[in-house]
């Protein structure tokens, strides 16, 4: 009878599941960020208080007014204009990217664009440790537009370098790697196999979990050809092409790099406008020796001009999907997908849709969970160019069954 007794119990006892509610909502009370068309954004602590502060660039409506905007969080995700950076305000259609190369535990800054002549520039700045920042002239990097920038420590010496992508100012596409000397000085490395593709995205990542950073790239050569393409890492910043991938050739292209299935090796979501001029946004698993395989049957939307992100909004261990872009014409979107598990993606969320946008991730009210600022030009609303700042609702939900 104990036993019997103890089975009804079992039997009638309820069972708990957790789940966790993706929900963002655009915080509308925000209105004092400055309109951004052709711009970016990015989030950093600049400041070392413990909270994400903010940089936008980009132009206004007309293309007349330029500028470059640092704002300070208060830790609650209110934002306030920093008067006096000293930060350059011609900064259309360029890139940001922060990233401490001098080793003192700030966060320095890099921005390209093209200035009110339409002249292309790179500026370079280093941090103090308080946000404020200092022009670094001394720098070889190349004035550009467009491309990409990605830190990344390539030849495991503990310090940063530099990849840089774009169109020079005899609008030529050029990828340069720049190698740190551990104090923030660099040179650049002149023996490099890459193709110049320099319309759109790239990413550093172990492909092959042999501990060093390997390379993607995608976008648009000299040849007008698009072009994504592999490049594998000796371990010493030494890259060689990784020959027959199945990616298939995007420019307006961005790239994410996470581990999807979680199965310990990183996988690839790229989207971009392929050869037939047709867009797409496609999930590549990794064996985890860096070989890849397209998952078919996804149901991300096919954007170009956009953005891709891998990120935990639900905060259950595996990463769920933003996607931002054009679909095509004058449609755009701005989608989240929730991971479910193993890859299993469904549609949750739509936010203000957007092309020509970027992107910025983070916890910007110190709840735990990410948030979301987008800029970029918007489809429906009268405030096209106004940036968006999503806050993430994140919600448990407690569901009983009886069984």
Known sequence: MKINTLLILIVLSPITSIAQSIDFQEDTTVNNLYDSRQGSCAMADIDNDGDLDLIITGADAQLTNRKTTLYSNDGLGNFTEIIGTGLSNWSEGGKIAFADVDGDTDQDLLITGRDGSANYYVHFYLNDGSGNFTPDTTQPFEPSIGGNLEFADIDNDGDLDLFMTGRDNNNLIFSKLYQNDGTGGFS???????????????????????????????????????????????????????????????????????????????????????????????????????????????????????????????????????????VGGQTFAAHIYENQGMNNFSLVDTLETLYLSSTALGDIDNDNDLDAIIIGIAQLSADIYKPRVYENMLTTLSTEKYN
């Open 188 to 326: 650049e490395m002149t023996s490099t196999p890459f193709l110049s593709e320099g319309g759109s995205a790239s990413a550093f990542f172990d492909m092959d979990n042999d501990n060093d950073l390997d390379l993607i790239l995608a976008g648009k050569n000299n040849s007008n050809q698009k072009k994504t393409t592999l490049y594998e890492n000796d371990g010493a910043g030494n890259f060689s092409l990784v020959s027959n991938t199945p990616f298939e050739n995007v420019d307006f292209a961005a790239i994410a790099i996470d581990d999807s299935d979680n199965d310990s090796d990183l996988d690839v979501l790229i989207n971009g406008e392929n050869d037939s001029g047709v867009p797409i946004c496609q999930l590549y698993l990794n064996d985890g020796t860096g070989a890849f395989n397209l998952l078919v049957g996804t149901p991300f939307i096919q954007t170009a001009l956009g953005t891709v992100d891998f990120a935990d909004f639900d905060n259950d261990n595996d990463m769920d999907v933003l996607v931002t872009g054009s």
